[in-house]
């Protein structure tokens, strides 16, 4: 059987390139069709730009409600302002980390992850991240339309932008009426001017606050943990690797028996003299895969601590510890009930599946002897793979403590399709789907539905999410996003307080506009590049 297709990095800059190339190729025909121009389709470089004015009474309708709109979008600038900020020093945060501690390329660099497109983005699910992208386009942009019409500024068109796929939707605005020209004032002032560009941004962080509220409320409230256990690591090249055993598999009986903790699973492995026939569930298949070997049973190490004795005495990554200085570690009871007898500077043995390490123990805060292992919980070897029993319980909690964690639940948030629950899940949180989905049950008022509930969860997180992170990207202060249209007028505002030439006024708030949005969009590439320059792939 041939070996699955994979794609580096070159090849994903490749496809990109032709991509764009061909997109280039296909505006350039469709801006010289004339039939075309009069069907309200455009492009402008790669993007094809498709217009309507169907729905244009639409937003008349809605923006009747003129007070109403024009305090919640009053009311929201500061929020803009807040998350125009917020950002902005995130932004130089991730410039900082990337000159400090550049990390090696890795799937979160990868140029396929860099724009946020589902399907494409290896994190985003192609489903549920086009749905969710297609209501924050939608509840984004008609935001805009309605202030437009509020404030008394013409939309000349709605549409979608195309770029081999929808990318944009969007409502084409008068730009004389709304920004003026050196001929013609504006109509909108420049508070009316701030509200509409603010309204795009308003509307998304609303949306994202009512998906967010429902998802870890009520929602997330229905959801009860399972206790299974599963396949947690596969050593490579062992006789297990070459069987068939992957990560996250799980274990549903052993040897027509069916297995729901690790005591089951050790003691029906201690039983059995020669190969046992384990009963698995990858994903929607259900597979039997035979193993032999002599169970272990300890606590399983998923990483080691710099400048530690582990990291010293040179122990692997991952490993399962099983005894120490010759007292046996069946779990992590043991473990911490033999590290409570230790003394800092004491030499001991650590007996792993991989073999005896000797160790200095340096301090720990007790006063107690300390090695440098992070723990993941119970487990079992056998032959070179680990089973655990994954902590549902733990892992939910954990979820629902993200909004109740102020800035840092908010920092989780925004990270939480890439690096996950961490401690949990190590490929990021795509929702409960796939096979994390097998560790939980809907119950309470949510039991009649069954697995729809799961439906309705991803349903709220990537409305929520998408929305969220749609929002704060536009507040980023650089033109030609809100954010920087929103910063220019504020800019220009505070000017006119301390410099009575208005012209003067004029060239400084270009200046500074101008220079910090070279700021931004370099910071932007440059988080991208840079695990590539350093470590010479592009060089």
Same mark, same amino acid.
Request: glycine share 10%.
């Given at each position: 059987?041939?070996?699955?297709?994979?794609l580096?990095?070159?090849?994903?800059?490749?496809?990109t390139a032709?991509v764009?190339s061909?997109?280039?190729?296909i505006?350039?025909t469709?801006?010289?069709?004339?039939?075309l121009?009069?069907?309200n389709?455009?492009?402008?470089?790669?993007?094809?730009?498709i217009?309507?004015?169907l729905g244009?009474?639409l937003?008349?309708t809605?923006a009747?409600?003129?007070r109403?709109?024009?305090?919640?979008a009053?009311?929201?600038v500061?929020?803009v302002v807040a998350?125009m900020?917020?950002?902005f020093?995130?932004?130089l945060l991730?410039?900082?980390?990337?000159?400090r501690?550049?990390?090696?390329?890795s799937?979160?660099t990868a140029?396929r992850?860099?724009?946020?497109?589902?399907?494409?983005n290896?994190f985003?699910p192609?489903?549920?991240?086009?749905?969710?992208?297609?209501?924050?386009?939608?509840?984004?942009?008609?935001?805009?339309?309605?202030l437009?019409r509020?404030?008394?500024?013409?939309v000349k068109s709605?549409?979608?932008?195309?770029?081999?796929?929808p990318?944009?939707?969007?409502?084409?605005?008068?730009?004389e009426?709304?920004?003026?020209?050196?001929?013609k004032p504006a109509?909108?002032s420049?508070?009316?001017r701030?509200?509409i560009?603010?309204?795009?941004v308003?509307s998304?962080?609303?949306?994202?606050f009512?998906?967010?509220?429902?998802?870890?409320?009520?929602?997330?409230?229905?959801?009860?943990?399972?206790?299974r256990?599963?396949?947690?690591?596969?050593?490579?090249?062992?006789?297990?690797?070459?069987?068939g055993?992957?990560?996250s598999?799980?274990?549903?009986g052993?040897?027509?028996?069916?297995t729901?903790?690790?005591?089951e699973?050790y003691?029906?492995f201690?039983?059995?003299?020669?190969?046992?026939?384990?009963?698995l569930q990858?994903?929607?298949?259900q597979?039997?895969i035979?193993?032999?070997?002599?169970?272990?049973r300890?606590?399983?190490?998923?990483?080691?601590?710099e400048? *530690?004795p582990a990291?010293?005495?040179?122990m692997?990554?991952?490993?399962v510890? /099983? $005894? @120490?200085? =010759?007292?046996?570690?069946? %779990?992590l009871?043991?473990?911490r009930?033999?590290m409570n007898?230790?003394?800092?500077?004491?030499?001991?043995t650590?007996?792993t599946?991989?073999?005896?390490?000797?160790i200095?123990l340096?301090?720990?805060?007790?006063?107690?002897g300390?090695i440098g292992?992070?723990?993941?919980g119970d487990?079992v070897?056998v032959d070179g793979?680990?089973?655990?029993?994954?902590?549902?319980?733990?892992?939910?909690?954990?979820l629902?403590?993200?909004?109740? *964690?102020?800035l840092?639940?908010?920092?989780s948030m925004?990270g939480?399709?890439? /690096? $996950? @629950?961490? =401690?949990?899940?190590?490929d %990021?949180?795509?929702?409960f789907?796939?096979w994390?989905?097998n560790?939980?049950?809907?119950?309470?008022w949510?039991?009649?539905?069954?697995?729809?509930?799961?439906?309705?969860?991803?349903?709220?997180l990537?409305v929520?999410?998408?929305?969220?992170?749609?929002?704060?990207?536009?507040?980023?202060?650089?033109?030609?996003?809100?954010?920087g249209?929103?910063f220019r007028?504020l800019l220009r505002?505070f000017?006119d307080?301390?410099?009575r030439?208005?012209a003067?006024?004029e060239?400084?708030?270009s200046?500074?506009v101008a220079?910090?949005?070279w700021?931004?969009?370099s910071?932007?590439?440059?988080?991208?590049?840079?695990?590539y320059?350093?470590h010479?792939?592009?060089?």
């Amino acid at each position: 059987m041939s070996p699955p297709l994979t794609l580096d990095s070159g090849d994903w800059m490749l496809i990109t390139a032709l991509v764009v190339s061909l997109s280039y190729m296909i505006g350039t025909t469709v801006n010289r069709s004339q039939t075309l121009k009069k069907m309200n389709i455009t492009a402008w470089g790669p993007v094809i730009m498709i217009r309507t004015r169907l729905g244009l009474g639409l937003l008349d309708t809605l923006a009747s409600k003129k007070r109403l709109w024009r305090f919640v979008a009053s009311a929201g600038v500061p929020l803009v302002v807040a998350g125009m900020l917020y950002i902005f020093l995130l932004l130089l945060l991730m410039n900082y980390v990337m000159i400090r501690f550049t990390p090696e390329p890795s799937s979160y660099t990868a140029p396929r992850n860099i724009l946020l497109i589902p399907g494409v983005n290896q994190f985003i699910p192609l489903v549920w991240g086009w749905v969710a992208l297609l209501v924050t386009m939608v509840v984004h942009e008609m935001a805009h339309g309605i202030l437009c019409r509020v404030e008394g500024v013409r939309v000349k068109s709605m549409g979608v932008a195309l770029l081999a796929f929808p990318v944009a939707a969007f409502v084409e605005p008068d730009d004389e009426e709304l920004f003026g020209t050196p001929q013609k004032p504006a109509v909108a002032s420049r508070s009316a001017r701030v509200r509409i560009l603010s309204a795009g941004v308003i509307s998304n962080f609303i949306v994202a606050f009512l998906a967010m509220a429902l998802f870890f409320g009520p929602v997330i409230g229905a959801i009860t943990p399972l206790d299974r256990v599963v396949v947690a690591d596969v050593e490579n090249d062992t006789a297990a690797d070459l069987a068939g055993f992957q990560k996250s598999m799980i274990v549903l009986g052993l040897n027509g028996t069916s297995t729901s903790s690790l005591e089951e699973l050790y003691q029906n492995f201690s039983r059995t003299s020669g190969y046992s026939e384990l009963h698995l569930q990858n994903g929607d298949r259900q597979m039997d895969i035979p193993l032999q070997g002599k169970p272990e049973r300890g606590v399983l190490v998923v990483s080691i601590l710099e400048d *530690s004795p582990a990291s010293a005495a040179g122990m692997p990554e991952r490993f399962v510890i /099983t $005894g @120490i200085g =010759g007292r046996p570690v069946k %779990g992590l009871n043991e473990f911490r009930a033999v590290m409570n007898d230790t003394l800092p500077g004491q030499n001991i043995t650590v007996e792993t599946n991989k073999g005896v390490f000797p160790i200095s123990l340096d301090t720990k805060e007790d006063g107690k002897g300390f090695i440098g292992v992070i723990l993941s919980g119970d487990a079992v070897n056998v032959d070179g793979v680990t089973f655990q029993v994954f902590p549902a319980g733990s892992f939910l909690a954990a979820l629902k403590a993200i909004p109740h *964690s102020g800035l840092a639940g908010m920092n989780s948030m925004m990270g939480l399709p890439f /690096t $996950g @629950i961490p =401690g949990f899940t190590e490929d %990021g949180f795509q929702g409960f789907s796939g096979w994390i989905a097998n560790f939980f049950q809907p119950s309470g008022w949510a039991a009649p539905l069954g697995g729809k509930l799961f439906w309705i969860t991803n349903f709220l997180l990537w409305v929520g999410w998408i929305n969220l992170y749609a929002g704060l990207f536009n507040c980023l202060p650089a033109v030609p996003l809100d954010g920087g249209h929103i910063f220019r007028d504020l800019l220009r505002s505070f000017f006119d307080r301390f410099v009575r030439d208005a012209a003067r006024a004029e060239k400084m708030t270009s200046t500074v506009v101008a220079i910090l949005a070279w700021l931004i969009f370099s910071s932007l590439l440059f988080t991208v590049v840079a695990p590539y320059l350093a470590h010479g792939i592009l060089s």
